[in-house]
């Protein structure tokens, strides 16, 4: 159940952490279930859905042996995946936080393999991907299954931020960069000026934004894949008024009279 707090800290700051949602059991299941799914794709696997590491230059690990980067529909790829999706623990966040039911917007993964610099991903917000919406109860939760932080693949945050509109999103090369990779970031955003956090995260942990929130997917200089599941929600009152979202996840009811449908 949320916490007063927690409800005031999404409110003021966009997002809070919730330490320990799922126990040592639970994110065994979950990071078996996304290991089977990264070892089962290949480099001619890629399209919109299944990303790779457009770095090419540093072999992956033996549970990400492609380098994959971002994985999405995990609903129907796993059912243990399907499963998370629908738990009561992610949906209660979201329906005591908007007081309302629930629907699903995306159910993905964001993969940071071992020695992975995600500086291109940037600086953002997820709104702009989702507009035109009838109102602002759309937001993210990332279930970490990995011990991850400022270096080794966690998500730093504005806080604040969500308040702040929808500033351009733009992409700017970079010295040294290949020409095909630029960065990511935000017209008028200095990274320098900002108060930025950058948790660490411990395997179970759970990160609750709000899609308009500045955040951005850290670096992985360490020597293993962090997985980080990624779980959209929106209150069923929030209309995606041009029916924008293409993920398989869209509109699907999660909550209906605050208990979780089966699916
Ligand atoms: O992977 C992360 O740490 C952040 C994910 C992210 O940037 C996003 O979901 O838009």
């Given at each position: 159940m949320l916490t007063e707090s927690q409800t005031q800290q999404y409110e003021r700051d966009g997002y809070f952490i919730v330490t320990g949602l799922f126990d040592g059991g639970e994110v065994r299941q979950l990071r078996e279930a996304m290991i089977g799914l990264l070892q089962s794709f290949s480099l001619s696997d890629r399209c919109p859905d299944v990303g790779f590491?457009?770095?090419?230059r540093t072999d992956g690990d033996d549970a990400n042996p492609n380098r994959i980067v971002y994985l999405n529909d995990l609903h129907l790829r796993h059912a243990r995946l399907n499963q998370h999706m629908r738990s009561e623990k992610l949906a209660e966040i979201f329906t005591g936080l908007w007081q309302a039911d629930v629907n699903a917007f995306q159910a993905a993964s964001v993969i940071k393999p071992n020695d992975?610099?995600?500086?291109?991903?940037g600086w953002h917000q997820d709104t702009p991907d989702y507009v035109p919406l009838s109102n602002d109860r759309n937001g993210c939760v990332i279930t970490y299954l990995d011990h991850m932080g400022p270096d080794t693949g966690g998500t730093s945050l504005v806080p604040?931020?969500?308040?702040?509109g929808l500033p351009k999103r733009i992409y700017l090369p970079v010295d040294g960069?290949?020409?095909y990779l630029k960065k990511r970031t935000m017209e008028g955003f200095d990274e320098d000026k900002a108060t930025i956090v950058a948790p660490h995260f411990n395997p179970g942990d759970a990160l609750v934004f709000h899609s308009s929130i500045y955040h951005k997917a850290n670096a992985n200089y360490s020597a293993t894949t962090k997985i980080g599941l990624i779980n959209v929600y929106q209150a069923v009152?929030?209309?995606?008024l041009t029916r924008r979202n293409q993920f398989k996840a869209a509109d699907l009811p999660i909550t209906r009279r605050g208990q979780i449908v089966a699916g």
């Open positions: 590491d457009p770095w090419r992975y610099n995600a500086d291109y991903l604040g931020t969500h308040r702040s960069w290949p020409e009152d929030c209309v995606d």
